[in-house]
């Protein structure tokens, strides 16, 4: 069984910046990938960014340039640092975890975006 626990979510004024964090624990692999998604309602889930095991990042076009996202192996973590927010990121974020073919996912923690 692998946990994610996700933090740092809130509220942010347009422009701003929030830096989310997830812990994985549990029956860890040393190969795989992790990385955010986002939900807002009416639409599916959508990627936002993962990284590999060996720091190969992925981003969604809406947030290249405004997300960084980054982890340290020993510890099992993901962070996702997000500068010049826009009112359209907000929505729930979700860790995510891929290994061996298995996906596992955090609670989500929200994000809102508003003046």
């Known amino acids: 069984q692998v946990q994610l626990v996700e933090s740092g979510g809130g509220l942010v004024q347009p422009g701003g910046s929030l830096r989310l964090s997830c812990a994985a624990s549990?029956?860890?692999?040393?190969?795989?990938?992790m990385g955010w998604y986002r939900h807002t309602p009416g639409k599916e889930r959508d990627l936002v960014a993962t990284i590999t095991k060996y720091g190969s990042t992925n981003y969604a076009d809406s947030v290249k340039g405004r997300f960084t996202i980054s982890r340290d192996n020993a510890k099992n973590t993901v962070n996702l640092q997000m500068n010049s927010l826009k009112p359209e990121d907000t929505a729930v974020y979700y860790c995510?975890?891929?290994?061996?073919?298995?996906?596992?996912w955090g609670q989500g923690t929200q994000v809102t975006v508003s003046s």
């Open positions: 549990g029956s860890i692999f040393s190969i795989n990938t």
């Open positions: 995510n975890l891929l290994q061996r073919g298995f996906a596992y």
